[in-house]
């Protein structure tokens, strides 16, 4: 078991959504659990439970925006995956390099671009900075673990998305977990500036979970 | 200029994608860090909730975060990081912004690159010369890339030439190229003539590269055997790079989206072709005619080309010296030196 850190990126919300983030006890939900909540009916924990496969997590990595086989909608909208970045160093091998990938890079790109958007015009957004925990082996069927998709020994089939460091949590990241998030706004030449940085002070520093413990 | 718009079609190419790309690596570059270490938050919250805390939120730019933004400030601050750490970042962010930008608009993607280069230069990897000569045709780093690269060949720099790696080495070549006239016979004879491990977006094998530089270098009027061979050697390096491209393609989703992890413009190619295009206008040679020596090859594989064309052709909007120098001053040859845009 190993606590690692994340950063992900979130475009145009407001302060008030991201304040419910680092508040409301469930944090960070999954599009499946969003969509529930948008329309008002309660989220059936167990039926997600079931659709943590493989194939799905698959869907989720390299096949986002394909149709779900279950709803036929977009994967993207019922996904009981959520996208974190840890970073990555990926091997070029024809360039005989190494390039590293740093999370908040990653993050930031899509907290301030409008991928919704054809047009793909800079905007406001938040980076949010969290842990979760990932198991030594890969178990896409426990939600209480998050999958190292970056971790090539874990997710092994080549994917395009490697170098975005992605570690795939599971139907929410408690706002326990959530440490903080930074809000960037792009000045009028497109740079972001820092506006905003909002610390949960109800964040549970992950030492807890780690292998020391304290004298009596 | 930028890219022609058949190959923008033929590429499938979104613009707007490549136009947030550009956009994104180009701020990324400037981002300025947050004022304050996420490590530094998280440890201040190791015990808990601090004294006279709560389970709210607190902005630390606001007022209400005032108090924990001090003992942040006052007890916890960042770490330093090492210092090649952002500038490597950087140097990566502007030349990924380059490759974005020569395909939207010629002079904001030389620039990116010159920029680029510097970074590079600071780190003292030959790339960065490379960048800087390909992109502003820089004769005191041509010139001094010679001489290095002399040095190195003639064993006078023994440490140096067995921590240069491969890659650095071709890049040392192209960017000495335009002035290593003195370096024929050493070129020629030199093991590394032959080396086989692939380097480069398209994976050539090191002597391809060592044979581009080579050839460039003894560009001559008149001489139409060197031409046909480096014409060869260019479209066979492009031929891989557009197969690369056809893969990369073939992921439409990443592909549209500007994420695809091939590089649409070989940098290496098209840099390799600017110099040879200013080696040829200095010498007085007859310039490559796009439509007869390179016009059968397929889009994929006219991309980075065409750039090169561009990149290495007379710019107006390009005017203002890059004001970059040699990183070690040149020892003999000094009255050659001319800052410049060509080799003249």
Same mark, same amino acid.
């Given at each position: 078991?190993?606590?690692?850190?994340?950063?992900?990126?979130?475009?145009?919300?407001?302060?008030?959504?991201?304040?419910?983030?680092?508040?409301?006890?469930?944090?960070?939900?999954?599009?499946?659990?969003?969509?529930?909540?948008?329309?008002?009916?309660?989220?059936?924990?167990?039926?997600?439970?079931?659709?943590?496969?493989?194939?799905?997590?698959?869907?989720?990595?390299?096949?986002?925006?394909?149709?779900?086989?279950?709803?036929?909608?977009?994967?993207?909208?019922?996904?009981?995956?959520?996208?974190?970045?840890?970073?990555?160093?990926?091997?070029?091998?024809?360039?005989?390099?190494?390039?590293?990938?740093?999370?908040?890079?990653?993050?930031?790109?899509?907290?301030?671009?409008?991928?919704?958007?054809?047009?793909?015009?800079?905007?406001?957004?938040?980076?949010?900075?969290?842990?979760?925990?990932?198991?030594?082996?890969?178990?896409?069927?426990?939600?209480?673990?998050?999958?190292?998709?970056?971790?090539?020994?874990?997710?092994?089939?080549?994917?395009?998305?490697?170098?975005?460091?992605?570690?795939?949590?599971?139907?929410?990241?408690?706002?326990?977990?959530?440490?903080?998030?930074?809000?960037?706004?792009?000045?009028?030449?497109?740079?972001?500036?820092?506006?905003?940085?909002?610390?949960?002070?109800?964040?549970?520093?992950?030492?807890?979970?780690?292998?020391?413990?304290?004298?009596? | 200029?930028?890219?022609?718009?058949? /190959?923008? +079609? *033929?590429? #499938?190419?979104? $613009?707007? =994608?490549?136009?947030?790309?550009?956009? @994104?690596?180009?701020?990324? %570059?400037?981002?300025?860090?947050?004022?304050?270490?996420?490590?530094?938050?998280?440890?201040?919250?190791?015990?808990?909730?601090?004294?006279?805390?709560?389970?709210?939120?607190?902005?630390?730019?606001?007022?209400?975060?005032?108090?924990?933004?001090?003992?942040?400030?006052?007890?916890?601050?960042?770490?330093?990081?090492?210092?090649?750490?952002?500038?490597?970042?950087?140097?990566?962010?502007?030349?990924?912004?380059?490759?974005?930008?020569?395909?939207?608009?010629?002079?904001?993607?030389?620039?990116? /690159?010159? +920029? *680029?280069? #510097?970074?590079? $230069?600071? =780190?003292?990897?030959?790339?960065?010369? @490379?960048?800087?000569?390909? %992109?502003?045709?820089?004769?005191?780093?041509?010139?001094?890339?010679?001489?290095?690269?002399?040095?190195?060949?003639?064993?006078?720099?023994?440490?140096?030439?067995?921590?240069?790696?491969?890659?650095?080495?071709?890049?040392?070549?192209?960017?000495?190229?335009?002035?290593?006239?003195?370096?024929?016979?050493?070129?020629?004879?030199?093991?590394?003539?032959?080396?086989?491990?692939?380097?480069?977006?398209?994976?050539?094998?090191?002597?391809?590269?060592?044979?581009?530089?080579?050839?460039?270098?003894? /560009?001559?009027?008149?001489? #139409?055997?060197? $031409?046909?061979?480096?014409?060869?050697?260019?479209?066979?390096?492009?031929?891989?790079?557009?197969?690369?491209?056809?893969?990369?393609?073939?992921?439409?989703?990443?592909?549209?989206?500007?994420?695809?992890?091939?590089?649409?413009?070989?940098?290496?190619?098209?840099?390799?072709?600017?110099?040879?295009?200013?080696?040829?206008?200095?010498?007085?040679?007859?310039?490559?005619?796009?439509?007869?020596?390179?016009?059968?090859?397929?889009?994929?594989?006219?991309?980075?080309?065409?750039?090169?064309?561009?990149?290495?052709?007379?710019?107006?909007?390009?005017?203002?010296?890059?004001?970059?120098?040699?990183?070690?001053?040149?020892?003999? $040859?000094?009255?050659?030196?001319?800052?410049?845009?060509?080799?003249?």
């Amino acid at each position: 078991m190993i606590i690692q850190w994340c950063c992900k990126g979130l475009a145009k919300l407001d302060q008030d959504a991201v304040t419910e983030i680092l508040t409301d006890p469930v944090g960070l939900i999954c599009q499946d659990w969003l969509a529930h909540t948008q329309i008002g009916m309660p989220f059936p924990v167990g039926r997600a439970m079931q659709r943590l496969t493989e194939a799905n997590l698959h869907r989720h990595v390299n096949d986002f925006s394909g149709p779900d086989p279950l709803t036929g909608l977009p994967f993207c909208d019922v996904s009981p995956f959520i996208s974190l970045s840890a970073g990555c160093v990926d091997r070029v091998v024809r360039k005989k390099t190494n390039r590293t990938y740093r999370a908040v890079r990653t993050a930031l790109d899509f907290a301030t671009t409008d991928y919704a958007d054809p047009a793909r015009p800079r905007c406001p957004g938040w980076v949010l900075y969290c842990y979760v925990v990932v198991g030594s082996n890969p178990a896409v069927r426990i939600p209480t673990v998050a999958e190292e998709i970056r971790e090539l020994n874990h997710g092994r089939a080549f994917s395009g998305w490697y170098w975005q460091g992605e570690v795939a949590a599971k139907l929410n990241v408690p706002s326990a977990q959530i440490l903080c998030a930074e809000r960037y706004e792009p000045l009028p030449g497109g740079r972001p500036r820092i506006t905003s940085v909002l610390v949960n002070q109800g964040f549970c520093h992950p030492a807890a979970l780690l292998a020391e413990r304290r004298m009596l | 200029m930028s890219l022609p718009d058949h /190959l923008w +079609e *033929a590429l #499938e190419l979104d $613009r707007p =994608a490549i136009e947030a790309q550009a956009h @994104f690596y180009r701020t990324y %570059a400037e981002l300025e860090e947050s004022p304050f270490d996420v490590r530094g938050i998280a440890e201040i919250l190791r015990y808990g909730q601090l004294p006279g805390g709560s389970d709210r939120v607190v902005d630390l730019l606001g007022e209400d975060g005032q108090f924990l933004a001090a003992q942040l400030r006052e007890d916890y601050r960042p770490a330093a990081r090492e210092p090649w750490v952002r500038s490597a970042e950087i140097a990566d962010s502007v030349r990924t912004a380059a490759i974005a930008n020569l395909l939207l608009n010629t002079p904001t993607g030389r620039a990116d /690159l010159v +920029e *680029a280069g #510097e970074e590079y $230069r600071a =780190a003292d990897l030959p790339f960065g010369d @490379f960048l800087v000569v390909a %992109a502003a045709g820089n004769r005191e780093l041509s010139i001094s890339a010679a001489d290095r690269l002399q040095a190195l060949l003639s064993g006078r720099m023994d440490h140096e030439s067995e921590l240069m790696e491969p890659a650095q080495l071709r890049y040392l070549l192209l960017a000495a190229a335009p002035d290593a006239a003195d370096l024929g016979p050493t070129l020629a004879d030199t093991p590394y003539a032959r080396r086989a491990v692939a380097v480069g977006a398209a994976s050539q094998p090191f002597s391809t590269w060592w044979r581009l530089g080579d050839l460039t270098r003894r /560009l001559a009027p008149g001489d #139409e055997e060197v $031409r046909r061979n480096l014409r060869r050697t260019i479209a066979r390096i492009a031929e891989a790079h557009g197969r690369q491209l056809e893969f990369a393609m073939a992921d439409t989703f990443h592909w549209s989206t500007g994420h695809s992890r091939v590089d649409v413009i070989d940098l290496d190619l098209a840099g390799a072709v600017a110099i040879s295009a200013r080696v040829m206008a200095n010498r007085r040679i007859r310039p490559w005619d796009f439509d007869e020596e390179f016009a059968d090859l397929s889009p994929p594989e006219q991309v980075s080309i065409v750039i090169g064309l561009q990149l290495g052709g007379t710019d107006p909007t390009f005017g203002e010296d890059p004001g970059v120098g040699p990183r070690e001053p040149s020892s003999d $040859r000094r009255e050659e030196r001319q800052l410049g845009y060509g080799f003249g």
